[in-house]
């Protein structure tokens, strides 16, 4: 959900598949909320401003027609344009689920696929969803970020009859798919929760919430969840102690605001804090660190995105877990389900991607590169 969210990359292009020439496609390495129980982390859930980019098209033909992403259509010969708007690129999260999603077109075999940088702006979401309809996209994937904005972009889809999944912060009219928000945040705050019983005897001093309410209530209902997962452990917690400050869903912000509010807390040594995503976890520990008081905090997040990983696998880190969405398997959920309606199925009112609380006991098990 680190200075490269402050980053202003230029406008890019994405090639998916291979041309029929042989040109070969590059991905970015790289990523969100945005918008995620136990400590052990055996649960899962399944059901769990001119535009970014110039949208120009590469087919993405595979040598096996019509793969297991792709719905099978490719053996028929049809093919189809689908356009992703990215949340931004400088989160590891949404870069993510970007190589997923090409990842995915690849191997569908009969996707053209068209990307944009949303850049965390709703006006240029909004551009490029006009850019989208110039190009002739015939579905979209949307990810971005501001509510507000959500309703416009959705009524130029509409008057076209373009079907829209909309990743993780939803849109009137579109389906969702993402992070299923009050069930990985409360594993989060249940894995925070069993933490400060066994090592602060169960006590809170404060409970700090970096929230996103720009984004609506569906990532408001993550944040809940890890509040209502931390209460089942440790019993309600007096509004009089919480803060709810508005992260924006970026590092940068989030320590500026931890750094304000531990001043605050002079006496305070058991503060549990509760993040929309890694950035903003990375954000709060930063402050922490600064201010000398690592040892006073304790923190968990919805995300798990490589830099939380590594964050809580280091010695004495205060990020106690984070509960994974797995945004490289996005592509693969979503693309087969947006294939099936362009051919005349229809779509579902809402799906989900899996969660599991990772804890530094359980990274290697689901992220093997970790370990080295």
């Known amino acids: 959900m680190l200075p490269n969210r402050l980053l202003n990359l230029p406008p890019r292009l994405a090639l998916t598949g291979l041309a029929a020439s042989g ?51 490719a053996a028929g010969g049809q093919r189809f344009k689908i356009g992703f708007a990215n949340l931004t690129e400088d989160i590891p999260f949404a870069v993510r689920v970007r190589e997923g999603i090409e990842k995915a077109a690849k191997a569908a075999g009969n996707v053209d696929l068209v990307t944009a940088d949303n850049k965390l702006d709703g006006a240029t979401a909004l551009a490029n969803a006009d850019n989208f309809i110039t190009q002739g996209v015939q579905g979209v994937i949307e990810f971005q970020t501001d509510e507000k904005f959500g309703k416009n972009i959705m009524e130029k889809f509409k008057a076209k009859n373009i079907p829209v ?50 984004s609506g209530p569906i990532p408001a209902a993550r944040m809940k969840g890890q509040r209502d997962g931390l209460e089942s452990v440790v019993g309600k917690i007096p509004e009089a102690k919480v803060k709810h400050l508005d992260s924006k869903n970026t590092l940068e912000e989030a320590r500026k605001l931890i750094s304000d509010t531990l001043t605050t807390l002079p006496s305070a040594h058991h503060i549990a804090i509760v993040c929309i995503n890694d950035d903003t976890a990375a954000g709060a520990i930063a402050a922490a660190e600064a201010a000398n008081r690592k040892k006073d905090i304790a923190v968990v997040a919805v995300d798990a995105s490589e830099r939380g990983r590594e964050q809580i696998l280091k010695p004495d880190s205060p990020q106690i877990g984070s509960t994974a969405s797995f945004p490289e398997n996005y592509g693969a959920k979503i693309m087969p389900v947006l294939l099936k309606a362009l051919q005349g199925g229809k779509l579902p009112a809402q799906f989900y991607t899996n969660h599991v609380f990772l804890t530094k006991d359980n990274i290697a098990k689901y992220y093997p590169n970790n370990a080295k």
């Not at 120009?56 to 992403?69: D, F, I, K, P, V």
């Not at 009050?182 to 933490?195: T, Y």
């Not at 066994?198 to 006590?203: A, D, L």
């Open 165 to 214: 999944i909309a990743i993780d912060i939803p849109m009137p009219g579109a389906t969702f798919f993402g992070v299923n928000n009050p069930v990985a945040g409360g594993m989060a705050g249940k894995g925070l929760g069993d933490w400060v019983k066994k090592n602060w005897g169960g006590q809170v001093d404060a409970l700090i919430m970096l929230e996103l309410p720009q």
């Open 23 to 73: 040109l070969a496609f590059t991905g970015l390495a790289a990523s969100l909320l945005l918008a995620g129980c136990n400590g052990g982390a055996q649960s899962t859930s399944d059901n769990s401003a001119a535009p970014a980019a110039s949208a120009s098209t590469a087919a993405s033909n595979s040598a096996s027609a019509g793969g297991s992403a792709g719905g099978g259509s």
